[in-house]
């Protein structure tokens, strides 16, 4: 059991303390391996996407990593809905998503070069839908090929940087383009997520495992099942 382990969880909505679910992928990891999880999630944000605390980057500012063994960076598309440009993965300017996501790693690097950092792509959105209810152009339209682009992008920059990525929008095992899906995945309280973007407890549980086996790579030493 990794029980003097300390792990940060970096993102958004899905990794924010929100009422979607009461268990999330990170809850599932820390009573399997018994680490402890420092919880730096903000719902809304991303790699570009401020909100309230600021964008990825701008909160790694605050977060104290000295003593932490693994950092994961999980942001969704919100940077992507919010139709900033892609740019490429050697930006190093706040104008792009690919700059902000080079500035996230670099300033975690820079405050604790020994800190192990994982990358996770964002788990699939429904696409060619309109995310807000009331037609406002604060959150765009996606389509499959703009997700396809942005994790391209992603993992182009965890390349660029020699980090290991663990790619869950191909992987996750769940289309929420499938109203089925939508239905047993992305249902709580009686209402169903629509846009596909929040998984359910159920949707954390079924991508834990993928969770499990990445932080143990991350925590770079054996651990008694």
Request: charged residues 25%; negative net charge.
């Amino acid at each position: 059991m990794y029980t003097t382990r300390t792990w940060i969880v970096l993102g958004d909505s899905l990794t924010d303390d929100t009422f979607r679910t009461k268990t999330k992928y990170y809850d599932y990891v820390a009573q399997d391996l018994g680490c402890t999880v420092v919880n730096c999630g903000e719902m809304g944000t991303g790699y570009m996407t401020p909100t309230g605390g600021g964008a990825f980057y701008d909160r790694v500012d605050d977060i104290d990593v000295s003593n932490a063994d693994c950092l994961t960076i999980f942001g969704s598309f919100n940077d992507l809905g919010k139709g900033y440009y892609l740019g490429s993965a050697y930006d190093e300017t706040e104008d792009t998503i690919g700059g902000c996501m080079n500035l996230t790693i670099e300033k975690l690097v820079a405050k604790n070069p020994a800190l192990r950092i994982g990358i996770v792509t964002p788990t699939p959105w429904r696409t060619n839908f309109s995310y807000n209810e009331d037609g406002s152009a604060s959150f765009y339209t996606i389509t499959r090929s703009d997700c396809d682009e942005y994790v391209a992008l992603l993992k182009d920059v965890a390349k660029r940087h020699r980090l290991p990525v663990l790619d869950l929008y191909e992987t996750y095992g769940l289309d929420p383009d499938n109203e089925q899906v939508r239905e047993l995945y992305y249902t709580y309280n009686g209402k169903m997520d629509e846009g596909g973007v929040h998984p359910n407890g159920e949707g954390h549980k079924l991508m834990y495992p993928m969770w499990r086996e990445f932080v143990k790579t991350l925590m770079a030493s054996d651990v008694v099942d």
